[in-house]
């Protein structure tokens, strides 16, 4: 079964970036009828919090991508125990007892010679003797990965195409510290391996890693997943902005965005369709193919965004929003074409049901008069009710477009602007319409 997993670290809020691949996961495994997994990368106890793991659920919950199930590294530590030790009876983990200090000094020299920083195997040819030395000055070791420089790092990306990593450009990885906690990189090859992912989708700033993730399930006799690298987003100017990587759905959420704005965006940017408001999940996951993706780093605007939402908040049912907004179907209907968030849906329910305040109009007062000895001869407001009224009044008054409507729209609402008048009228009602045009006439 298609199984993908959404794997962040719980050292801070999610922002676009991330759940942009939260996203990519989740549909990916929706398309195929497959399994989206959550899993917490907390094995650096120093950097992750409890607190951003839960705030990591709330966020993906508001956006509705559900996980299928959840894990976390922290509960897995024996497993990479295991594999360190299946690896290390292969001869492909060492020992290595550089200082951050030491190693940094070997950067610097390599860059100054205008060598690449990889890191040299020093540590390879220590004799025991000198493990035993380094151990008795109460040194501690960590661990690197033996990379093979005849196993190619090549594998086919879903959104790269072909793609090849030289082995000679990375350095063995660490994989456990000093202090016995575990780096990412063999703890997420054993999680993969174990919970059966099928398709590893994130970010293009793995690239390198999965070179190396790839000798590690060879080592480890597993067929590797398929990869998919997404290009990075950057901001509407192009560059990769810190704004951006602390964009989180608190601000999204604070902004009046809707889950489905946000998710019909990232979706959408960086691929060959166009980003448009669609209004259900259904229609997302059934137009989702990786290979849309480009290889051009899309770009995430703001103003994109909110105009998005505006648009898919014009389409909401009242079923999407009913236990949001204090209107009834029909005066929802009438005035979302009006609002760019579903929370300024409230400020038209003193315009329906309240008290607005009277506009002084002047000699447009004539046009309140008018229409209130019009409305008076009328039973009840209906659909028609406008129509008749405003072409009434104009003969009435020789008045016409703005000169008629703005003082008509003002005396009933309160308001310059707003939603189309044929539908607020019968929702504000005859009596209603009567005493507000009776007292902007006065
Ligand atoms: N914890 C890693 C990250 O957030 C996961 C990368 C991966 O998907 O393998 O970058």
Not at 53 to 59: P, Y
Not at 74 to 100: F, I, K, M, N, V
Not at 154 to 173: A, F, H, K
Request: aromatic content about 6%; glycine content about 6%.
């Amino acid at each position: 079964m298609v199984t993908t997993r959404f794997a962040p670290s719980p050292t801070g809020r999610l922002h676009v970036g991330n759940l942009r691949t939260a996203l990519l996961n989740w549909l990916f495994a929706k398309r195929h009828g497959g399994r989206f997994l959550l899993r917490l990368d907390d094995t650096d106890p120093t950097r992750c919090r409890a607190e951003f793991a839960t705030a990591i659920e709330d966020d993906l919950a508001w956006l509705g991508l559900v996980p299928d199930a959840r894990f976390r590294q922290s509960d897995r530590l024996d497993r990479y125990e295991a594999a360190l030790h299946r690896l290390a009876a292969q001869g492909r983990t060492y020992r290595c007892w550089e200082t951050p200090e030491e190693l940094e000094l070997k950067r610097r020299l390599q860059l100054s010679r205008g060598q690449p920083p990889v890191y040299d195997r020093a540590a390879l040819a220590l004799s025991e003797a000198d493990h035993a030395r380094f151990a008795a000055q109460g040194r501690r070791p960590h661990w690197r990965f033996l990379l093979k420089a005849d196993d190619p790092h090549e594998w086919v990306d879903l959104i790269r195409g072909p793609t090849r990593i030289d082995p000679g450009s990375v350095s063995d990885p660490v994989i456990r510290r000093e202090d016995g906690s575990w780096l990412y990189m063999l703890p997420s090859v054993v999680d993969d391996i174990e919970f059966g992912v099928t398709h590893v989708i994130r970010g293009e700033d793995h690239v390198t890693n999965t070179g190396v993730q790839l000798q590690i399930f060879a080592a480890l006799g597993a067929t590797p997943p398929a990869f998919a690298h997404a290009p990075l987003l950057t901001a509407a100017d192009g560059k990769l902005s810190k704004r951006l990587g602390s964009m989180s759905v608190d601000e999204f959420r604070a902004r009046g965005f809707e889950p489905m704005a946000i998710k019909a965006l990232l979706a959408r940017i960086g691929t060959r369709h166009a980003v448009e408001p669609v209004c259900d999940d259904a229609a997302l996951i059934e137009a989702f193919d990786l290979a849309d993706l480009g290889r051009a780093q899309p770009r995430f605007d703001e103003a994109e965004l909110a105009a998005l939402n505006a648009r898919i908040v014009h389409q909401l049912p009242y079923a999407a929003v009913r236990d949001r907004v204090p209107l009834l179907e029909a005066e929802w209907l009438a005035v979302r074409g009006n609002l760019t968030t579903v929370a300024e849906a409230e400020a038209w329910v003193p315009v329906l049901r309240g008290e607005v305040p009277p506009p002084a109009l002047g000699p447009e007062a004539e046009v309140a008069r008018a229409a209130a000895e019009l409305i008076e001869d009328v039973e009840r407001l209906g659909p028609e009710s406008w129509a008749e009224l405003t072409r009434r009044l104009a003969e009435r008054t020789g008045r016409r477009g703005r000169a008629l409507f703005r003082p008509l729209r003002l005396a009933l609402t309160g308001r310059e602007s707003g939603p189309d008048m044929a539908a607020l009228l019968p929702l504000i009602g005859r009596e209603r319409a009567l005493a507000r045009l009776r007292r902007a006439a006065a």
